[in-house]
Every structure is written in structure tokens, then in C-alpha cells.
């Protein structure tokens, strides 16, 4: 049984591409494959699973060299099983930059495309077969692709994937203001979890000049809700960066609706970071980056100290 699965922090791509992803090798393919997970998934993905009526997917905490797995939506070992390269890894499907650090003992397909969203490349993949998907396989594809997009604000949106979004909706019948809208008021409410679960929530590792950096975004339509927690957030980050072997945990805080970011500023390295990456000037405990939305394409690749 092939296992396939996403990023650890699973947000709605890397909990939905799987199931589409296990679907097509299953159902067409013909070779059994299943959908996992590597932690629990957020409030939206959790809802876009309810909304479709699809099965939580088990969630696993590694692999062994008697797996078989493709990856899907990250190509990042540091976001994978920790015997990630003990497996027999057979193909990648994502739409990130190439990380590198996966090993494997041969050659297997990799299809990378600059999408925004790697439920985008597996309806391309899929083509003609999708006709064939259930209902909740079509809709976990276009709600991966709302998710990823944020309704098509964020500016790694690209025409291609606003096409297969309008006619994923136009085949299902349903509304995408509608649908997002309800996906984004799940995705905002946070109010069950710990600072240190809303601090690993939806987070990348990335060294900047040396320093580890735990790079969260939350992304949110009541963003008062996560900022009126900024001090016991802020008092949370030491802790959760020496758990997770981090010299910092950066909060972006995005306001998906007005289209911009506010970054939690708890010390003079992350002021000094804030203020060489986005060309701010920082008074207090946050700052507000205008436009920005995108951790891949906009934040990421700013970062410098």
C-alpha cells in the first residue's frame, strides 16, 4: 500500500492532495494507495473535510524502509518523517522551491511546477481521468486551491489556477465566495489552541545568516482575535523555539480581507530582521507590512539580517 502524504502541520493542500492524489493511484492507476497525515490537521482542513464528507486520513509520526510513499506538497525534509530517507520514496508532487536533502535509491518522478497550489498540479496530471472522481475528491481539489490562494489574493495565484478553481465550482455547482468565506471563518477560529500549537500551526523552518528560524503564518479574517493574545504569544516563542531547535519563531499575522501582514516584534532580532527584510521602521511589538500575503513569495525569499 502505497502511503501518500504532505507537510507536517497539515493545513487543507497537504491534507486534500493526498486523498486526491491516493484516489487516482487507487481508482485509475491501480496500484492501492492511501492518504495520510503527519500531525493534526488545522481548523480549516478539518472543515473542508466535513464539508466534502471525506475520512480523516490516519496520522503518522514516521516511516520505514518497508514503506512506500509519494510526497506531495513539499519536497522538505525538515518537514517530512524523520526516516524520510529510509523509505522507498517513489515520486514528489509540489509547488514549493526545491530544498533539496531527500535521498533515494532510485530514479523517481518529480513534477515541481511555479503553481500556486499542488492540488492545481494534480488535476493537471490527472486530465481527462478526473471525470471519473467523486464528488469530494473534486471538492477537496478546489477547496485546497481557495486555501492556497486565499480566493485568489494571494500573488502566487496564477491565471492557471484561477481557471481549474472557476471550473471545479462551475462542476460541483457551489459558489467560491460562499465556499471561501466559510473556509476562511473555520481556518480564523483559533480559540481552542495553546499559543504553542498557534505558533507551530502553519510553520516552515528556514536559516537566515545562520540563525534557525521557525517562519508561522496565521492566516485569518479576525485578525484582533490572534493580535490580543500578542503578549502571552510573544512569551510563548522562547519556549517553543528551543523545543523545536530554532533561535527564533517568527508570527505573521495575516489579514486575509484587508490584504496585509502584522509581524509580532518581541526583541531587537526580530525588529533588526523586520527592518533589513521589508524596509520598515519599528516603534513597538508589531508592525504592519502592507500586501504582504505569501510566506513563499513574498516573505521567504526577503528575509535578511
Not at 512506500?68 to 526516516?83: G, Q
Not at 509540489?94 to 535521498?103: A, Q, W, Y
Not at 523552518?205 to 484582533?224: C, D, F, H, M, Q
Request: glycine fraction near 4%; charged fraction near 20%; aromatic fraction near 4%.
Amino acid at each position: 500500500m502505497i502511503k501518500v502524504f504532505g507537510h507536517k502541520s497539515p493545513d487543507t493542500d497537504s491534507t486534500g492532495s493526498p486523498i486526491v492524489w491516493a484516489w487516482y493511484l487507487t481508482e485509475v492507476k491501480g496500484t492501492p494507495a492511501e492518504a495520510k497525515l503527519l500531525g493534526e490537521p488545522n481548523t480549516e482542513a478539518l472543515f473542508v473535510l466535513q464539508h466534502w464528507d471525506l475520512p480523516k486520513p490516519e496520522i503518522i509520526a514516521d516511516v520505514s524502509a518497508a514503506d512506500t510513499c509519494v510526497i506531495v506538497d513539499t519536497n522538505n525534509p525538515a518537514e517530512l518523517p524523520p526516516s524520510i530517507n529510509d523509505a522507498k520514496v517513489i515520486e514528489i508532487i509540489d509547488h514549493h522551491m526545491l530544498v533539496g536533502g531527500i535521498r533515494t535509491n532510485a530514479p523517481i518522478a518529480i513534477t515541481m511546477r511555479p503553481l500556486a497550489c499542488t492540488a492545481t498540479i494534480l488535476h493537471d496530471l490527472i486530465g481527462a481521468d478526473l471525470k471519473k472522481a467523486p464528488r469530494g475528491v473534486l471538492g477537496a481539489m478546489l477547496s485546497c486551491i481557495l486555501s492556497d490562494t486565499l480566493e485568489f489574493r494571494s500573488p502566487t495565484t496564477t491565471p492557471h489556477d484561477r481557471a481549474v478553481a472557476e471550473q471545479l465550482a462551475k462542476a460541483l455547482g457551489v459558489s467560491i465566495p460562499d465556499l471561501a468565506a466559510a473556509q476562511f471563518a473555520a481556518k480564523s477560529d483559533v480559540s481552542a489552541f495553546s499559543d504553542a500549537e498557534l505558533l507551530r500551526m502553519d510553520s516552515k523552518e528556514y536559516n537566515v545568516a545562520g540563525k534557525e528560524l521557525r517562519i508561522s503564518v496565521l492566516e485569518t479574517t479576525a485578525p484582533k482575535v490572534v493580535l490580543d493574545r500578542k503578549a502571552s504569544l510573544m512569551a510563548s516563542m522562547p519556549a517553543v523555539a528551543t523545543e523545536d531547535g530554532a533561535d527564533q519563531v517568527l508570527l505573521f499575522v495575516i489579514d486575509i480581507l484587508r490584504e496585509e501582514a502584522t509581524l509580532l516584534v518581541p526583541n531587537d532580532l526580530v525588529k533588526q530582521l523586520a527592518e533589513k527584510s521589508f524596509g520598515v521602521t519599528v516603534t513597538g511589538d508589531t508592525v504592519v507590512l502592507p500586501g504582504i500575503m505569501s510566506r513563499k513569495k513574498q516573505i521567504i525569499p526577503s528575509l535578511k539580517l
